[in-house]
Structure formats: structure tokens, C-alpha cells
């Protein structure tokens, strides 16, 4: 399986973007879909969950302006970032992970979001 993460781009601050996660076969079988982010000179931190409950956690600094969403049917999933700020930018990758927050897969390109004026 593979996932490719795409929809990043320059945005200003308070706009909006959504990204998309699509996957090369089913993933109504992975239990955690996750999107993580990687700003420049940090570390790679966890954004959004959702399982296949479906239900969805998010990092403190994204809740309420954050959500996650997939669609098992069309092997897709989601992330619709509004009120963005600069801190916001960063590279954004999905995967899927166990109950046991195991990753399946190895990291992608990402997307990169770029939050500026």
C-alpha cells in the first residue's frame, strides 16, 4: 500500500486548506489514521487521529480549526486545516497505524504547507 499525501501550498494567514491522503488499496482495515506534521528544524508531531470508529483526536494547538475525515469507500482521508496561522507550517504526511500507535508504513514526501502573508 501506498499513501500520498497532497493539497499543501501558500496560504495566508486565516485562510484554509484541505489535504488529502489517498491510498493505493482499502485502508478500511487499518484501525488509526493518522496525519502528522514536520516544521522546519523540529521534530515530526502527531496533528490528528481518526480510527475506524469512527473517532477522531487532535493535537491541543488545532482543535476547533482541524478536522479529520476518511472515506473508506474511496480509500481516502482528510485534513481540513481553516483559521491557519504561521506556525502552522510545516510538512504534513498520513499513515496508518495499530491500537498500538505501531506505524504501518514508511514515511512519504509529505505536503508541504507554507502559512505566510
Known amino acids: 500500500v501506498q499513501l500520498q499525501a497532497s493539497g499543501g501550498g501558500l496560504v495566508q494567514p486565516g485562510g484554509s486548506l484541505r489535504l488529502s491522503c489517498a491510498a493505493s488499496?482499502?485502508?478500511?482495515?487499518?484501525?488509526?489514521m493518522v496525519w502528522y506534521r514536520q516544521a522546519p528544524g523540529k521534530q515530526r508531531d502527531l496533528v490528528a487521529s481518526?480510527?475506524?470508529?469512527?473517532?477522531?483526536v487532535y493535537e491541543g494547538s488545532v482543535k476547533g480549526r482541524f478536522t479529520i475525515s476518511r472515506d473508506n469507500a474511496r480509500n481516502m482521508v482528510y485534513l481540513q486545516m481553516n483559521n491557519l496561522n504561521p506556525e502552522d507550517t510545516a510538512i504534513y504526511y498520513c499513515?496508518?497505524?495499530?491500537?498500538?500507535?505501531?506505524?504501518?508504513?514508511?514515511w512519504g514526501q509529505g505536503t508541504l504547507v507554507t502559512v505566510s502573508s
Open positions: 499513515n496508518a497505524e495499530n491500537r498500538y500507535g505501531v506505524r504501518y508504513f514508511a
Open positions: 488499496r482499502s485502508i478500511s482495515n487499518f484501525y488509526v
Open positions: 481518526i480510527t475506524s470508529g469512527p473517532s477522531a
